[in-house]
């Protein structure tokens, strides 16, 4: 096994800023980041997480763009797609200790830092100031969540793409067409009448 | 407007319970609850959140069981279900203070504890110790709703029964059948195939 790369102080950066942006965490959980977070990668089609697995880690995407996905009957479902500057995990694995049925592969190149589950644990009970953080990120990947069930739950193609840009748009570019029908619930055929429509409308 | 009616210390006890469950509350933390908590009840049939609304409070569901709902050409389709001692609130339009797309309506009569925004907001700044209860509960609620992603993603109407029965077996019997082919994006007869195949397999 590598050693266990530890993040610069530049490297922190945007995740320090992203915490502060919710609730100002002091240095000391800077240091206590500093040292217990890791430098990781995965290449383009690589997997981070394989269903089955528990999710041992949570992580801050660096660079990069990454989607979830379910199986079923050998064919590939996309749950959801993620970008830098974002928090990823599988959920349901990463929380309950338990395998999920859910992947997560890298859309391209990606450069990440994780947490471990036990020294984020370590970091709620010797920070308790940080369990605000944790609440405000946790609610508003809740509220992400939620928002992705609307998609799903929705029937018309048009109305679906129309909140996947609102939700998206930043980085919808670098997503091969096949992930995105298959978040959308619909054929790539849908997707392309959808898209040149709404590009017509602009 | 009828005045505000706080809940007893009885009523009151289940909510704590659960609280303290996570991580204990203490004594000041009860005080303040009994001050900002609020009853409230629905009847069968009737709206406890209408979409386009922002919704105000959080609620504890005391009795009863309730369903989140959206409509799509006029079509209602069922995106949850719940039963009392769980917390229920259209979690966009609580957090993000925007109107949802979601309605609430009780399936039975419904006694409630509500708590508004603000006092919820108040509670977190004047104990930080609570915000390990609310990540702890939004983190438990967030692992629900992506329980609830996976049924809806599955196209298997038996996979889909079963997990459901593994989620909501302790009230299912409670729920209209419509609600429960809704919820599951399948028709009654579909649903009505599958319970028989899985009550012949016991």
Redesign the interface.
């Known amino acids: 096994m590598s050693p266990v790369l530890r993040p610069s102080s530049e490297e922190l950066q945007p995740l320090l800023d992203l915490f502060n942006s919710l609730h100002p965490i002091g240095r000391r959980v800077e240091v206590y980041l500093q040292k217990n977070l890791y430098c990781n990668s995965v290449k383009k089609g690589e997997l981070l997480v394989k269903s089955g697995e528990i999710c041992d880690s949570i992580y801050f995407i660096k660079k990069g763009v990454l989607r979830g996905f ?1 199986e ?2 050998g064919k590939e ?1 996309t ?1 959801w797609l993620t970008v830098e500057n974002e928090v990823v995990a599988t ?2 694995g990463f ?2 200790r338990k395998p999920t ?1 859910e992947n997560i592969q890298a859309i391209e190149d990606c450069e990440l830092l994780g947490i471990r589950f036990e020294d984020l644990n370590r970091l ?1 009970l010797k920070y ?2 940080f ?2 953080v ?2 405000k990120i ?2 508003l ?3 992400y ?6 998609i ?5 193609a048009e ?1 679906k793409y129309e909140i996947c840009m609102e939700l998206y748009s930043h980085f919808l570019n670098r997503i091969p067409l096949k992930y995105i029908a298959s978040f959308l ?1 619909i054929t790539i055929e849908t997707l392309s009448r959808v898209r040149s429509r709404a590009s017509g409308k602009k």
């Open positions: 379910i079923e009957d479902v749950t959920i349901t929380l309950l049925m709620y308790p100031s369990n605000i944790g609440r946790t609610e990947y809740y509220v969540a939620e928002q992705r069930a609307y799903t739950r929705l029937h018309d109305k619930g």
